[in-house]
């Protein structure tokens, strides 16, 4: 019996696979109407996302998700090995790209009031693979980001407890390999807690969020506070000057802190569950990016005025500080305050991540069980499950440095898509110029922001190319500007000034990857393989079953109605089940 099933599913999915190409051209452009993508695609899911959350909730939800990830996981090491005291400088540019790129998601998250954020927002735009390629970095970043975070927890709650090693509570496992040998137990407890937290509802877990993010603030004030105090602005300059590493130096560590702004795009795939999204959202999505980057780049300055940048620790910086200048009780303080700021950014970081999966569920691009939402909690419980056993098995393991860059690279291509189908959007599909034109001007600016990148980044700064560039750049815009005009119809909140953020945001997220190292490009090429295979061989298929041939079915069965002929409709039935049984 059981042989006769598989030998069936067999031959039935090798038939789906000879029709592979005819599927890819049917699906991979398909897009969806917003209409449909709030109400046809949303209701796949059984039960709604309840609407608990406030713009105040939101806000919350923001700054946690970002505080506890980015300053106290990524500045020791940059400032001590690439951009030096000048780390703060690196925040603020980072902070500025990702303030351009938040508002281009504001304006998507206001518009298309989905929980799927940038798969949404991409879906509907440049069709159902870009969308889906999206979707996917954004998932490996967030579970990448949070097995990285949750390891800095245990090193961080070591401080707090009075131990001096960072890797005390680990355990070595002699003959695997280096960076994959420490066993992290206290990060994989963490992430099943927060899971089973999240588990249970969303509104308890932002209410959560809330009192640990005003509590962070408080923190990171006294932080601030106390590192302007005890600090000296001679650490700025000395031993080797504010940039030992010199410009590209701040730019480069400017890549890698935009891993701390991951955070901020959880809150748009919280949309579904904002009382007022048409409002909340412009609000809690920019203002949690500049309350973020202000905390930041203050909390970074502190750190270099405190100790020469030669001296601040690797791991669990900010806690190693004030043990080097002798404040040993502020230590364990700062140490056990960072727990909780971690805690509270993987709290947002778990929740974003399970709603991109849900939407991605309920376009059939993975096992549609993901999608579904428990009618009680009104939380998609199998996507919640399914990614913390996910993070806690990578947070067991893998290194920060082992995946750090990989996770920035795929956030800045995917906020670059983003600031690409904003310009699309608003252009080609809501204003009605033609898209072929508005997409040449993409590629236009693309390579523009590509040509200077290199030039920077190739033959020590070649400066003649940066100026053709750059003249290039500006003139590029500023005729898109004045030949196409901008007519946005809808009285809800848009990006102002357009398209100058969103074309600086695609300049910007171009620059900012160049500047990455080949090994991150290398890693990202497999992990783009991979997820193309998985999509040719099980995506295209799956969404193929769920739209063209249900479509094509409610086609015939509304030809045949109409010609009352009920022998006709129960054959149209029959057959129809017979095509969606072979795949």
């Known amino acids: 019996m059981a042989t006769a099933v598989f030998s069936t599913f067999l031959r039935h999915y090798l038939y789906s696979l000879s029709q592979t190409p005819h599927r890819l051209r049917k699906r991979m452009l398909a897009t969806w109407t917003p209409d449909q993508e709030l109400n046809q695609v949303r209701q796949r899911s059984g039960a709604d996302m309840k609407r608990k959350l406030k713009w105040f909730d939101l806000i919350a939800l923001g700054v946690g998700g970002m505080l506890g990830v980015g300053v106290f996981v990524t500045t020791g090491p940059v400032a001590l090995h690439v951009t030096g005291p000048a780390v703060f400088l690196s925040y603020i540019i980072a902070g500025i790209s990702a303030l351009l790129s938040s508002l281009c998601y504001t304006e998507f998250s206001v518009h298309v009031s989905a929980a799927g954020g940038a798969f949404s927002y991409l879906r509907l735009t440049f069709g159902e693979f870009v969308g889906y390629f999206a979707g996917a970095n954004i998932i490996m970043e967030y579970v990448l980001s949070n097995a990285a975070v949750a ?3 245990t090193e961080y709650l070591c401080v707090a407890f009075g131990e001096s090693e960072p890797n005390a509570w680990r355990v070595e496992v002699h003959g695997l390999l280096n960076g994959y040998n420490m066993l992290d137990f206290p990060a994989v407890g963490l992430i099943l807690l927060l899971t089973l937290c999240l588990c249970h509802s969303t509104k308890e877990s932002s209410t959560l969020n ?7 603030v408080i923190f990171f004030g006294f932080i601030i506070g106390c590192g302007m105090y005890k600090g000296s602005a001679k650490n700025l300059v000395k031993p080797d000057g504010l940039a030992p590493f010199g410009v590209k130096g701040v730019l480069d560590g400017a890549a ?16 579904e569950e904002i009382q007022n999204p048409t409002k909340s959202l412009p609000i809690g999505i920019v203002g949690s990016v500049i309350i973020t980057s202000a905390l930041y780049c203050l909390m970074a300055l502190s750190l270099s005025l405190m100790l020469p940048y030669n001296q601040i620790s690797e791991k669990a910086a900010f806690s190693m500080a004030f043990q080097r200048i002798g404040w040993k009780w502020a230590s364990n ?7 909780l700021g971690i805690v509270a950014s993987l709290l947002v970081a778990m929740l974003g991540q399970a709603r991109y999966l849900c939407a991605i569920g309920r376009a059939r691009l993975v096992p549609f069980w993901l999608a579904k939402v428990h009618p009680s909690t009104g939380t998609p419980l199998n996507a ?14 893998t290194e920060l440095y082992i995946v750090i860059e990989m996770i920035s690279i795929g956030t800045l291509i995917v906020f670059y898509l983003v600031a690409n189908a904003t310009i699309y959007r608003r252009y080609a599909m809501v204003s009605k110029h033609p898209p072929s034109r508005i997409l040449l001007f993409l590629l236009l600016l693309s390579c523009s922001a590509i040509g200077f990148s290199l030039s920077w980044k190739l033959n020590q700064q070649w400066w003649p190319g940066l100026l053709f560039f750059s003249v290039s750049t500006i003139f590029i815009i500023t005729f898109f500007h004045y030949k196409f005009p901008s007519h946005n119809s809808s009285d809800a909140w848009s990006v102002p000034y357009m398209p100058w953020p969103a074309a600086t945001s695609i300049f910007l997220n171009v620059f900012l990857m160049t500047t990455l190292r080949m090994l991150s490009f290398q890693r990202f090429a497999i992990w783009s393989c991979l997820i193309t295979l998985f999509y040719v061989v099980y995506g295209v298929h799956s969404t193929y079953k769920a739209e063209e041939i249900i479509m094509e079915v409610n086609n015939r069965v509304g030809e045949v109605t109409n010609n009352n002929n009920n022998n006709n409709v129960n054959s149209t039935i029959q057959q129809s089940k017979l095509d969606i049984q072979v795949l």
């Open 151 to 153: 390891r800095s927890f």
């Open 210 to 216: 809330l009192i640990m993010t005003i509590f962070h």
């Open 256 to 271: 890698i802190v935009y891993f701390s702004y991951i955070g901020y795009d959880s809150a748009s795939t919280l949309a």
């Open 333 to 339: 303080l700062i140490g056990g305050g960072a727990s």
């Open 384 to 397: 919640t499950l399914f990614l913390g056993l996910c993070t806690a098995s990578i947070a067991l393991f």
